[in-house]
């Protein structure tokens, strides 16, 4: 079964340091979302990305935050100057574009981010 | 977006069959209903969607009156690698607009599956 695979699973970083976190999505899909989860908290929504442009933006994700699609296959978040409070499981997401039936969006199993 | 109410935590047993009913009373007409499982520190896991009526795959199935306002998620013969929080999303997964699938999600609800 296709997955949505992320590096690195765990990344311990000093406050105020950028971070890259990487997610290859399924090879078919056309749609990338990046979402985080602080420890105890709900999942949440981060951004939407289509056709190298950014479709939709949570209120989280503010200027420290970045996404790009530097090639064919990889999709990355940065966050240029990490604080104490971006502490999160960060999960990245893809989905299909099958046309205007359900599409469905699946999750990979996420980068722990620990800013100290 | 629709707002979705669950219960908040549910026991079971083993073997039992386990429904999950989820509540969204302002359901669009372009929202699909979509269920996920989460493993502590693991990403959600889709388990199934639907948009009405009955849906079934071979891990659940998904129950959705005609009017659209609840579902319920059916799991049949649970096992204690069931234990879960089990999501209940609505949106608009039809992607007209191309601004992909935003998926809110709540607290869901904690299952603890019992021997």
């Known amino acids: 079964e296709p997955e949505v695979t992320q590096t690195p699973s765990h990344q311990v970083t000093q406050m105020g340091q950028e971070v890259i976190l990487r997610c290859v999505p399924i090879?078919?899909?056309?749609?990338f979302y990046w979402y985080r989860q602080i420890l105890g908290q709900k999942v949440e929504f981060l951004v939407s990305?289509?056709?190298?442009?950014?479709?939709?933006k949570s209120e989280i994700f503010d200027d420290q935050f970045s996404v790009e699609r530097p090639d064919g296959s990889n999709f990355t978040l940065k966050i240029r100057s990490t604080k104490l409070e971006d502490s999160a499981m960060y999960f990245c997401a893809s989905s299909d574009a099958g046309g205007l039936s359900g599409n469905t969006i699946y999750f990979g199993e996420g980068s722990w981010l620990t800013v100290v | 977006l629709a707002k979705t109410t669950q219960p908040i935590s549910m026991d079971s047993y083993e073997g039992q069959e386990v429904n999950i009913t989820c509540s969204h009373n302002?359901?669009?007409?372009?929202?699909?209903i979509t269920w996920y499982q989460q493993f502590p520190s693991q990403g959600p896991r889709f388990i199934i969607q639907g948009y009405k009526t009955k849906v079934t795959n071979e891990v659940a199935s998904l129950f959705i009156p005609a009017d659209r306002k609840s579902s319920t998620l059916s799991l049949p013969r649970v096992s204690l690698s069931d234990t879960a929080v089990y999501y209940c999303l609505v949106g608009d997964m039809t992607f007209r607009y191309n601004q992909g699938g935003k998926l809110i999600f709540g607290q869901g609800t904690e299952l603890s599956v019992k021997p």
């Open positions: 990305f289509y056709n190298n442009e950014i479709s939709e």
């Open positions: 090879s078919n899909h056309l749609y």
């Open positions: 302002n359901i669009a007409t372009n929202d699909y």
